[in-house]
């Protein structure tokens, strides 16, 4: 079953029905300020930080679930009927009704009682606010006379303390509301702005506002004179009496709204601009006039201005559509599938730039005062990110750099707006630094700029301890190597890739984050993920070394010979046959007693996904049969219809040993479900076997355009890639949650455009080596790479992969297209696979 369907000639999802199972959302805004919106207009507003710099409030795990978002309330004012045009909050039956989420927009068109309404939400590029464009069309024989409403309820700035903090919080709110009954010209902010400016009178700098482009007759801004005494936001009382009482908030709940007329006459339309936005003012130009606590305005009102205006707000709107298409035009292909078609050139690529910008801080899952920017997180957003704005990849890899520790290791987690390290969430996850060297080489392939080796970055943000960044890698490198095991492999310290794999937790009290508690030393339990993971970034060293020629005038630090890394990583791989082999796949790690785990002595989680995936990526067992063993073993004991598990069998009860795996039912969770981010490592690993009908089939499984036709049992958008699926284990099996925020995004376009369409960058040209099903006769593309346009024909000969490579008609040796001269801007490449 649908709930709508793609349009993809706009880039655009359309939901036909407001009822989803779940709200179905989209992001506004990709530079600074931010928002989300659901198909009913549902969700709220930050600037970079969904933590620190709250605009609007949202309840996460309320009744209706998605209640408080960017509401308008029409009304009827002969009949005094109401209705809201998004559905939510009053739930009016509407006579029409389409959503079309697009890329960093979202347009929802209704109609009722003769009134079409079509409202745009977007965030123009460079500005900090965001616009509702709405429409009115009266499609009655007759005149109408319609109330409108606006309605957003501002958040007090921090969201933790706005939801935990009431004591204080219902003293504090302050407003300036706009003065009614003045002189009004057209276009003139002044009488119809709402100002929050909570706490502004002390230590902040910044306010909002909430303004519109039509003269108002009233607004309010306390909660409770909006709402009425026990009432919700389906049924205000101002609503119902078609009047607003003019309200400033003093403490209680601030929000905004404005009431104005629209009256129409048959067939007529009227557009009106609300802007929400976000403004910080220089500490000593706060206050006008200085010395009171009145918000110097001076450099708003031109915003204002600017945004308000109908013509400006079409051409901010053309200059987003122009914006993705040129971020989206860097990578086009053409395949026989209309679902890797779509995924590859829209949605997954959108995706790539929500997951680069939030990391796991904002999603209808993850409330925003969680999590910050993850290190591990970040640094795998990366991946398929680094084409579509190379610069902010840049930017975020020395910023993510600039948190490592002086050790080698690093702070799991930091605050977007501070930019510092922090150990809420834990620390001492010993996978977390390797990310790093993954990152940093996925960029310099992207782009060739190696002197991103040589910034100087400090270590946990000190000033006085720059080092290049080429020595963090060294050093995240050294850490590892710094804390191996029994066995010689990786300590796991608080847990690896699998946060929930807690080997030296051992916690037996309620309420205990597994997180960061710790109860063993850490010197025992060992992870065969961080090996294989350690063995990777060896081979990304190995050519970093040997390309990366370092000025020997400002060596401040000593640099490893390649044939170090080659020799790590022999060591490694020997390691990992002598105690991370099982017999038929690769062991998941060693407990804080040196059992395994992972391993058919096991009676459950005898199998796990993650590394079987992460060794075989770095080629072990490629050439020794063993790669294919393990990748059998997968399909045969965790691959389902809904994508393959994270482990099996799932466990049944929870094991002190283990940790907060064991603590969700089995099915959920890191507890067997399908963890989608898991899922590309296996595509990959197929592909490097030879193996394109099992590695498409597994991409399919899981991509979530191919789901749609059963979205009553996903659940989730179908556009975007969700955290996990419910496992075989689970009596949901099936079902999507935590949509968004995954590095299911990043992975599963790395799979599918570097390793099945196999066209991947590498320090010394692109290469082009594609391992596709054997019934696709080809496909086209079209790659950016280093400022050269590639249009690529890949062409069946055969059944196998062999790359028969013909660059501008010219025959040439291996996969790899060398750098054309400078000045090229376009070369065609010709693949027969044979
Ligand atoms: C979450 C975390 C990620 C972790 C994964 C598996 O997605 O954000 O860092 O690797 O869970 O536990
Ligand atoms: C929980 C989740 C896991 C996530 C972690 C982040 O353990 O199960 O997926 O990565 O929290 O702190």
Same mark, same amino acid.
């Given at each position: 079953?649908?709930?709508?369907?793609?349009?993809?000639?706009?880039?655009?999802?359309? =939901?036909?029905?407001?009822?989803?199972? #779940?709200?179905?959302?989209?992001?506004?805004?990709?530079?600074?300020?931010?928002?989300?919106?659901?198909?009913?207009?549902?969700?709220?507003?930050?600037?970079?930080?969904?933590? #620190?710099?709250?605009?609007?409030?949202?309840?996460?795990?309320?009744?209706? +679930?998605?209640?408080?978002?960017?509401?308008?309330? $029409?009304?009827?004012?002969?009949? &005094?009927?109401?209705?809201?045009?998004?559905?939510?909050?009053?739930?009016?039956?509407?006579?029409?009704?389409?959503?079309?989420?697009?890329?960093?927009?979202?347009?929802?068109?209704?109609?009722?009682?003769?009134?079409?309404?079509?409202?745009?939400?977007?965030?123009?590029? &460079?500005?900090?606010?965001?616009?509702?464009?709405?429409?009115?069309?009266?499609?009655?024989?007759?005149?109408?006379?319609?109330?409108?409403?606006?309605?957003?309820?501002?958040?007090? %700035?921090?969201?933790?303390?706005?939801?935990?903090?009431?004591?204080?919080?219902?003293?504090?709110?302050?407003?300036?509301?706009?003065? +009614?009954?003045?002189?009004?010209?057209?276009?003139?902010?002044?009488?119809?702005?709402?100002?929050?400016?909570?706490?502004?009178?002390?230590?902040?700098?910044?306010?909002?506002?909430?303004?519109?482009?039509?003269?108002?007759?009233?607004?309010?801004?306390?909660?409770?004179?909006?709402?009425?005494?026990?009432?919700?936001?389906?049924?205000?009382?101002?609503?119902?009496?078609? *009047?607003?009482?003019? *309200?400033?908030?003093?403490?209680?709940?601030?929000?905004?709204?404005?009431?104005?007329?629209?009256?129409?006459?048959?067939?007529?339309?009227?557009?009106?601009?609300?802007?929400?936005?976000?403004?910080?003012?220089?500490?000593?130009?706060?206050?006008?006039?200085?010395?009171?606590?009145?918000?110097?305005?001076?450099?708003?009102?031109?915003?204002?201005?600017?945004?308000?205006?109908?013509?400006?707000?079409?051409?901010?709107?053309?200059?987003?559509?122009?914006?993705?298409?040129?971020?989206?035009?860097?990578?086009?292909?053409?395949?026989?599938?209309?679902?890797?078609?779509?995924?590859?050139? =829209?949605?997954?690529?959108?995706?790539?730039?929500?997951?680069?910008?939030?990391?796991?801080?904002?999603?209808?899952?993850?409330?925003?005062?969680?999590?910050?920017?993850?290190?591990?997180?970040?640094?795998?957003?990366?991946?398929?990110?680094?084409?579509?704005?190379?610069?902010?990849?840049?930017?975020?890899?020395?910023?993510?750099?600039?948190?490592?520790?002086?050790?080698?290791?690093?702070?799991?987690?930091?605050?977007?707006?501070?930019?510092?390290?922090?150990?809420?969430?834990?620390?001492?996850?010993?996978?977390?630094?390797?990310?790093?060297?993954?990152?940093?080489?996925?960029?310099?392939?992207?782009?060739?700029?190696?002197?991103?080796?040589?910034?100087?970055?400090?270590?946990?943000?000190?000033?006085?301890?720059?080092?290049?960044?080429?020595?963090?890698?060294?050093?995240?490198?050294?850490?590892?190597?710094?804390?191996?095991?029994?066995?010689?492999?990786?300590?796991? &310290?608080?847990?690896? !890739?699998?946060?929930?794999?807690? $080997?030296?937790?051992?916690?037996?009290?309620?309420?205990?984050?597994?997180?960061?508690?710790?109860?063993?030393?850490?010197?025992?339990?060992?992870?065969?993920?961080?090996?294989?993971?350690?063995?990777?970034?060896?081979?990304?060293?190995?050519?970093?070394?040997?390309?990366?020629?370092?000025?020997?005038?400002?060596?401040?630090?000593?640099?490893?010979?390649?044939?170090?890394?080659?020799?790590?990583?022999?060591?490694?791989?020997?390691?990992?046959?002598?105690?991370? !082999?099982?017999?038929?796949?690769?062991?998941?790690?060693?407990?804080?007693?040196?059992?395994?785990?992972?391993?058919?002595? @096991?009676?459950?989680?005898?199998?796990?996904?993650?590394?079987?995936?992460?060794?075989?990526?770095?080629?072990?067992?490629?050439?020794?049969?063993?790669?294919?063993?393990?990748?059998?073993?997968?399909?045969?004991?965790?691959?389902?219809?809904?994508?393959?598990? #994270?482990?099996?069998?799932?466990?049944?009860?929870?094991? $002190?040993?283990?940790?907060?795996?064991?603590?969700?039912?089995?099915?959920?969770?890191?507890?067997? *479900?399908?963890?989608?981010?898991?899922?590309? !490592?296996?595509?990959?690993?197929?592909?490097?076997?030879?193996?394109?009908?099992?590695?498409?089939?597994?991409?399919?499984?899981?991509?979530?355009?191919?789901?749609?036709?059963?979205?009553?049992?996903?659940?989730?958008?179908?556009?975007?890639?969700?955290?996990?699926?419910?496992?075989?284990?689970?009596?949901?099996?099936?079902?999507?949650?935590?949509? %968004?925020?995954?590095?299911?995004?990043?992975?599963?376009?790395?799979?599918?455009?570097?390793?099945?369409?196999?066209?991947?960058?590498?320090?010394?040209?692109?290469?082009?080596?594609?391992?596709?099903?054997?019934?696709?006769?080809?496909?086209?593309?079209?790659? $950016?790479?280093?400022?050269?346009?590639?249009?690529?024909?890949?062409?069946?000969?055969?059944?196998? @992969?062999?790359?028969?490579?013909?660059?501008?008609?010219?025959? =040439?040796?291996? *996969?790899?297209?060398?750098?054309?001269?400078?000045?090229?801007?376009?070369?065609?490449?010709?693949?027969?696979?044979?």
């Amino acid at each position: 079953m649908r709930f709508g369907y793609f349009d993809d000639e706009n880039r655009e999802y359309v =939901i036909t029905r407001p009822d989803t199972p #779940l709200p179905w959302i989209n992001y506004l805004g990709s530079e600074g300020y931010y928002g989300l919106i659901s198909n009913t207009a549902g969700g709220y507003s930050f600037y970079k930080d969904a933590r #620190l710099r709250r605009l609007t409030r949202y309840r996460y795990n309320n009744a209706p +679930l998605d209640m408080g978002g960017r509401y308008i309330y $029409l009304r009827d004012f002969e009949t &005094g009927h109401y209705w809201s045009p998004t559905w939510m909050p009053t739930r009016a039956k509407l006579d029409t009704y389409e959503c079309r989420h697009g890329m960093g927009y979202t347009l929802i068109t209704s109609s009722k009682h003769g009134i079409f309404a079509k409202m745009r939400y977007f965030v123009p590029l &460079g500005a900090n606010l965001e616009v509702w464009d709405v429409d009115l069309t009266n499609n009655r024989q007759t005149e109408a006379a319609i109330d409108l409403f606006s309605a957003v309820e501002f958040s007090l %700035w921090d969201a933790w303390d706005d939801s935990t903090n009431f004591q204080r919080n219902f003293n504090t709110a302050e407003v300036e509301v706009p003065e +009614l009954g003045k002189t009004l010209n057209e276009m003139s902010p002044e009488n119809n702005t709402i100002f929050h400016k909570t706490e502004y009178r002390e230590r902040r700098n910044h306010f909002a506002y909430f303004s519109c482009s039509e003269p108002i007759i009233g607004f309010d801004t306390q909660r409770d004179d909006f709402l009425g005494p026990n009432r919700g936001w389906d049924d205000p009382i101002v609503i119902e009496n078609g *009047s607003s009482t003019n *309200s400033v908030a003093h403490g209680w709940q601030p929000i905004g709204s404005h009431h104005l007329k629209v009256n129409l006459q048959p067939g007529e339309s009227k557009r009106i601009i609300f802007l929400l936005g976000y403004h910080e003012n220089p500490k000593a130009y706060k206050f006008d006039p200085v010395g009171s606590n009145i918000i110097n305005k001076l450099d708003v009102w031109p915003i204002l201005r600017e945004f308000l205006d109908p013509s400006r707000v079409d051409a901010a709107f053309l200059e987003l559509k122009h914006h993705w298409d040129s971020l989206l035009g860097k990578f086009m292909v053409q395949t026989p599938d209309v679902h890797t078609n779509r995924m590859v050139n =829209i949605w997954n690529a959108y995706q790539c730039m929500v997951t680069f910008n939030m990391s796991r801080s904002a999603s209808y899952f993850e409330s925003g005062i969680g999590r910050g920017m993850g290190f591990r997180d970040s640094n795998q957003d990366l991946l398929g990110f680094v084409h579509i704005i190379p610069e902010r990849a840049r930017e975020r890899i020395l910023e993510l750099a600039a948190t490592q520790l002086s050790n080698g290791g690093a702070f799991h987690q930091y605050q977007p707006l501070t930019k510092r390290g922090n150990n809420d969430v834990g620390s001492g996850f010993n996978d977390d630094p390797l990310w790093l060297v993954l990152g940093t080489a996925a960029y310099v392939k992207e782009t060739g700029d190696f002197t991103i080796l040589d910034e100087l970055v400090p270590y946990e943000n000190e000033t006085g301890t720059e080092m290049p960044l080429y020595e963090h890698l060294q050093r995240a490198m050294q850490h590892t190597l710094n804390n191996l095991g029994p066995h010689q492999l990786p300590l796991i &310290g608080r847990a690896d !890739w699998n946060d929930c794999l807690n $080997l030296n937790c051992f916690s037996d009290t309620p309420g205990q984050s597994f997180q960061t508690t710790t109860n063993q030393e850490g010197k025992v339990a060992e992870s065969v993920f961080i090996a294989g993971q350690f063995i990777l970034a060896c081979q990304e060293m190995v050519q970093l070394s040997e390309l990366h020629a370092i000025d020997g005038s400002d060596i401040t630090f000593s640099k490893l010979p390649t044939a170090f890394y080659k020799e790590k990583a022999l060591q490694m791989e020997d390691a990992v046959w002598a105690a991370g !082999w099982d017999g038929n796949w690769f062991r998941r790690a060693y407990d804080a007693f040196s059992e395994p785990v992972g391993s058919k002595l @096991n009676t459950e989680g005898k199998i796990f996904i993650e590394p079987q995936g992460m060794c075989v990526m770095a080629g072990l067992g490629v050439e020794n049969g063993k790669a294919v063993q393990a990748l059998d073993a997968i399909a045969e004991f965790l691959a389902t219809p809904h994508g393959i598990v #994270l482990l099996n069998p799932a466990f049944t009860h929870y094991y $002190l040993n283990l940790g907060e795996i064991s603590t969700y039912p089995p099915g959920y969770k890191e507890n067997a *479900s399908v963890f989608c981010h898991s899922n590309p !490592w296996i595509m990959i690993a197929e592909t490097m076997i030879g193996r394109g009908d099992k590695a498409f089939d597994y991409y399919q499984r899981i991509n979530p355009s191919a789901r749609e036709a059963i979205s009553e049992v996903h659940r989730c958008e179908p556009y975007v890639y969700a955290q996990t699926i419910a496992g075989k284990d689970a009596p949901t099996h099936g079902e999507a949650k935590n949509s %968004w925020l995954t590095g299911t995004a990043s992975w599963n376009f790395v799979a599918i455009t570097q390793h099945i369409l196999g066209i991947r960058p590498t320090y010394k040209g692109l290469s082009v080596q594609p391992v596709i099903p054997e019934d696709w006769q080809g496909f086209t593309a079209q790659r $950016l790479f280093r400022g050269v346009l590639y249009n690529i024909n890949v062409e069946r000969k055969g059944k196998g @992969n062999l790359v028969e490579l013909f660059v501008d008609r010219q025959r =040439i040796q291996g *996969s790899v297209i060398p750098i054309p001269p400078d000045g090229t801007t376009e070369v065609q490449v010709l693949v027969y696979l044979r």
